[in-house]
């Protein structure tokens, strides 16, 4: 089921960045591209994590919390990082960048709450 949320965020970037690139040109079609690339690793991240803390809970589920705890810090750091980066280094349009992320993660959000109450 994570795959198809991944695949279905995967779709709405791409989406996202073409109504950027129509409304902004290519610079907003590269910011929005940035954007949700992101948010698309941090996606990526979490699955990796949650598939680890599984094992582990196994045998200790302090572990597991404390790892889940961590993977939360360490993906919030890189979601700043990379922002930070891409509107200071890269000089993209914030924007397209921001709603692109925004938006991914909402439907990230949404495909999960959808997808626990349907079990």
């Known amino acids: 089921m994570r795959k198809a949320i991944f695949l279905l965020q995967t779709g709405l970037v791409l989406i ?3 109504v950027a690139f ?6 907003g079609g590269v910011a929005a591209l ?3 690339g992101i948010a698309l690793i941090n996606t990526w991240m979490l ?3 949650v598939q680890h803390v599984g094992r582990v809970v196994a045998e200790s589920a ?3 919390m404390a790892l889940l705890y961590l993977s939360a810090v360490l993906r919030f750091v890189f979601i700043l990082v990379a922002i930070a980066f891409g509107l200071a280094v890269m000089k993209l349009a914030p924007v397209p960048l921001i709603a692109n992320f925004v938006g991914a993660q909402l439907a990230f959000m949404l495909a999960s709450v959808a997808v626990v109450r349907n079990g």
């Open 34 to 36: 940035y954007g949700g």
């Open 16 to 18: 996202g960045v073409g």
């Open 22 to 27: 129509f409304l902004a040109g290519q610079t």
């Open 62 to 64: 302090q572990t597991g």
């Open 47 to 49: 699955g990796r994590r």
